[in-house]
């Protein structure tokens, strides 16, 4: 009992040794290595707080000025605490664009003053799943999502970006940083979704959702050229923006979805189906659309598990494929950015400044004034 509490009370001297130093540090700091990071606190608050800028930590780091940066629906994620990995403490964020100020040692690719795009996706580009572009499963340790959900990331003036050759691309100087603005999360999603799904000319795609994923996927749907493209989406506001920027997609809401898929197609269904909504209801729409045979991929995220009813579906021989980002096209993607080819610019409806933040999230969360996705400037 006495040895516990001796323990105990050691320990205690040393996290409040700790807390001092860290104190002195932060005292001891000039103004110029302290920044500005919107930071995971517990579950349901982010806070904007003041932090000493990254350094760099192994050789294949770069530090990136962050010049842009969005938030995503796996930002709310965290916040609403369905991310049990996210570490609190960090800086949020993973959709970013900047400037490389530093870099370490063994980095070749990317040098101070590069403007980059910085991929969600931290990868080591040399295990077996990098090695065959499979980016999202590298075994590395840091492999995976862990920008702004288990290391910092971009909601913040400066990011540290591990693997810095494998993670950041440089944008052409003709691409803006709005129109690289989601070439590492969302619009790598959406290019990843498409790819997959084997799109022919010929072919009926309905696309469940029109959110910023569903946007990107039907930009990265377009340029396969299918015959038609169905949009299922529900809300009115996101079904005008998808009659306004694309006029030759027919859009239907999900209450007629089926029938209307029946009627614009040449096969009793679409002939492939990306399911980007995430709810059951379209889970359930997106195999039931589909024709015997077809392809369902499926990018959703979803908040618990889905029933997939294989007696319904006998004899249906439908091939999902399950999505989630695979960011290993970035410099592909940006190519055809840069000939014109994919232009998510519409998108951004809403800027704001890092220290608003706060208000981009209010926006964002409660999809106010017809928001689909934000762009925050220093
Ligand atoms: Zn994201
Ligand atoms: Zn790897």
Known sequence: ???????????????????????????????????????????????????????????????????????????LHIKHGSVPRAVPGITVGHEMVGVVEQVGADVTLVKPGDRVTVNVETFCGEC??????????????NGGWALGCRIDGGQAEYVRVPYADQGLNRIP???????????GDVLATGFWAARI??????????????????????????????????????????????????PDVLVTEPENCKEFVLKNSDHGGADVVL?????????????????????????????????????????????FKTGGVDGCDCAKILALIEEGKIDITPLITHRFPLNEIEEAYRIFENKLGGVIKVAIYK
């Open 128 to 141: 077996f799943f990098c090695k065959h572009g499979y980016v999202n499963n590298c075994t590395d340790p």
């Open 197 to 246: 799904s084997e799109i022919t000319e010929e072919d009926t795609v309905l696309i469940i959702g029109a959110g910023p994923t569903g946007i990107c996927t039907l930009l990265c749907v377009m340029l396969k050229k299918p015959k038609r493209i169905i949009i299922c989406e529900k809300s009115p506001e996101r079904i005008r923006f998808v009659r306004e920027y694309y």
């Open 275 to 319: 399911e980007v909504a995430g709810s059951d209801d379209s889970f359930h729409l997106a195999w039931n659309c589909a024709r015997p045979n077809a392809i369902v991929t499926i990018v959703a995220l979803y908040d618990k598990p889905q029933l997939l009813p294989l007696p319904d579906m006998y004899g249906k021989n439908l091939i």
């Open 173 to 183: 100087d003709t691409v803006s940083d709005e129109q690289a603005l989601f070439v």
């Open 1 to 75: 009992m006495r040895f516990g509490l001796g323990v105990l009370n050691v320990i205690k001297v040393i996290c409040f040794a700790n807390e001092i130093i860290i104190f002195a540090r932060y005292i001891l700091m000039n103004e110029e290595d302290i920044m500005l990071a919107y930071t995971y606190i517990e579950h349901g608050k982010f806070e904007l707080q003041e932090k000493a800028r990254p350094e760099i930590k192994d050789s294949w780091d770069a530090i990136v000025r962050v010049t842009l940066g969005s938030i995503c629906t796996s930002d």
